[in-house]
């Protein structure tokens, strides 16, 4: 078995609550501190903000955006990409949820601001550079 097909068998255990059952990923003040660090370069974005969240569980970090983004007065278009379907359906907002394996994934120039965290470990070396590719190609 893969390490991908490992992790996510192993995903799919946590019936969608990712950010629940792990203490990081529902942490308020590591997405801040997230936001943090990007926060200097909000000013870059101009009208609509195309925000992707790769790997996004449940959507907690997409979701902590989304709002900050609204808050300093931006229009927010949120999708969701992760491979599990059960955490793309613990989110109950109407935003874009894709469920795409990101080795395939082929999106092309669709989003200006793309959230990326904890993901490369679910991929060995070989296959971690092809996600990052893909990644890079939809931005």
Do not use: C
Not at 72 to 84: M, Q, S
Request: proline share 3%; net charge negative.
């Amino acid at each position: 078995m893969s390490i991908n097909k490992h992790n996510i068998k192993a995903d799919k255990q946590s019936y969608g609550k990712w950010s629940t059952i792990n203490d990081y990923f529902g942490d308020p003040h590591a997405a801040e501190q997230l936001w943090k660090l990007y926060q200097p370069f909000e000013e870059d974005l101009q009208g609509t903000v195309h925000l992707v969240d790769f790997g996004s569980a449940d959507g907690y970090l997409g979701e902590f955006f989304f709002e900050k983004l609204e808050q300093a007065g931006h229009t927010v278009g949120l999708t969701l990409i992760d491979a599990v379907q059960e955490h793309l359906d613990a989110n109950p907002n109407p935003h874009t949820k894709v469920q795409a394996d990101l080795l395939t994934y082929s999106g092309k120039d669709e989003f200006d601001l793309g959230l990326v965290r904890s993901l490369l470990h679910y991929f060995t070396r070989e296959n971690a550079d092809k996600v990052l590719h893909n990644i890079s190609n939809a931005m």
